[in-house]
């Protein structure tokens, strides 16, 4: 049955929507019509609707069967973690390292290093212990030496050892300092905000935390992922959003990413009760020319479900000195205030037609 439908109220609809006629039979949602895209995520959703994608960019996926670390896992992980975990790491390394041949040092006897025992234990193994720091480092004071077979044996032993970790370590920190990185920082939230007045649009702001080199020909893509029920079965589709914008030149403000949601966008129509229930996510991929080095830097980073914004606008970051000169806070990147949405032309004509649907079914 085809079930036709007049709207003739002006005042909601505008001018041009007068006369328009809507056919049920032909009527879905448009985010059903949109092609999905494949990101590499598969269509399985996720139990326990989980991310797919960790908000520091990493995979949240669980290998199995492989080798459990490779050496440039290994490499990538030590290069790309936190500063003061790698500084941990590191001390603790040499510290385990140095107790080990302290203990054997001791095992031997201090009187073969140049040590007369004091027959206290921890006076005695302080003693091997910075004997040990000695030759893992290979600086040898001239105080301490080894004496027999034993202790020179060990000592050749850590001595090699402890020039094979010093330039695994150099080779560490020049990685780290040398690895370009975009260095940059973005919003806490995704805010769905008023648009261009009576539009809706989904939101999010970065900046770069750079003072000095800057970054150039930024690129951003943004995808969505939400869970739709296909067929009985649950599936996880990935759509790509259109933005406003998706390319600048410089750079050395902040950059608000704006989607505008459009009747060609997959958020069109939908409510924040149905992207909590889809749980929607959305996927972030910039990518950039460093001056300095000039290599492409690539920053990943997700927003989930519990970090969407419904009626938000972001609070302005960007200020000016009394010279005038443009002042950047990277303070107020994430900063927003509640707003008050408006209800678009669309949504207003899908609500009528639902109702109608269901006095039509009923």
Not at 18 to 39: G, V, Y
Not at 109 to 136: L, N
Not at 297 to 325: C, L, M
Request: aromatic share 10%; charged share 20%.
């Amino acid at each position: 049955m085809t079930v036709l439908i007049f709207i003739p109220n002006r005042n909601v609809l505008n001018h041009k929507f007068a006369s328009h006629i809507l056919e049920l039979k032909n009527t879905q949602p448009m985010a059903l019509k949109i092609k999905a895209k494949e990101l590499g995520f598969g269509t399985l959703a996720a139990k326990n609707g989980q991310r797919f994608m960790n908000a520091d960019g990493t995979a949240n996926v669980e290998r199995r069967g492989g080798p459990w670390m490779s050496v440039s896992d290994l490499f990538h992980k030590l290069t790309t973690m936190k500063w003061r975990k790698f500084a941990s790491i590191i001390l603790v390394a040499y510290v385990l390292a140095n107790l080990l041949f302290a203990s054997i040092f001791y095992k031997i006897g201090i009187q073969h290093i140049g040590v007369e025992p004091t027959g206290k234990f921890s006076t005695d193994f302080t003693e091997a212990f910075f004997f040990s720091t000695q030759c893992f480092t290979t600086i040898g004071f001239g105080r301490v030496n080894p004496q027999n077979f034993a202790a020179n044996s060990v000592a050749s032993i850590e001595g090699l050892i402890g020039l094979l970790s010093l330039a695994i370590a150099t080779g560490l920190l020049y990685g780290r300092f040398s690895r370009p990185v975009a260095q940059l920082v973005h919003s806490n939230n995704i805010l769905i905000a008023p648009y261009r007045g009576d539009q809706k649009a989904l939101m999010f702001r970065i900046a770069s935390t750079r003072k000095q080199s800057l970054l150039i020909e930024n690129s951003v893509s943004v995808s969505m992922g939400i869970n739709i029920e296909e067929h009985g079965q649950l599936r996880r589709r990935f759509f790509v959003l259109e933005l406003e914008l998706d390319k600048i030149n410089f750079l050395n403000l902040s950059w608000t990413i704006v989607h505008p949601i459009t009747e060609g966008s997959p958020l069109w129509g939908r409510s924040i009760e149905e992207l909590i229930q889809g749980r929607a996510e959305f996927i972030i991929l910039f990518k950039a020319m460093e001056e300095t080095t000039s290599q492409v830097v690539i920053d990943r980073f997700s927003y989930f479900t519990e970090e969407i914004i419904w009626g938000a606008n972001f609070i302005s970051a960007i200020g000016t000195r009394e010279d005038g000169k443009p002042v950047m806070d990277l303070n107020k990147i994430g900063l927003y205030e509640m707003v008050e949405l408006p209800k678009a032309i669309g949504e207003t004509e899908a609500s009528i037609i639902e109702q109608v649907s269901a006095a039509a079914g009923a």
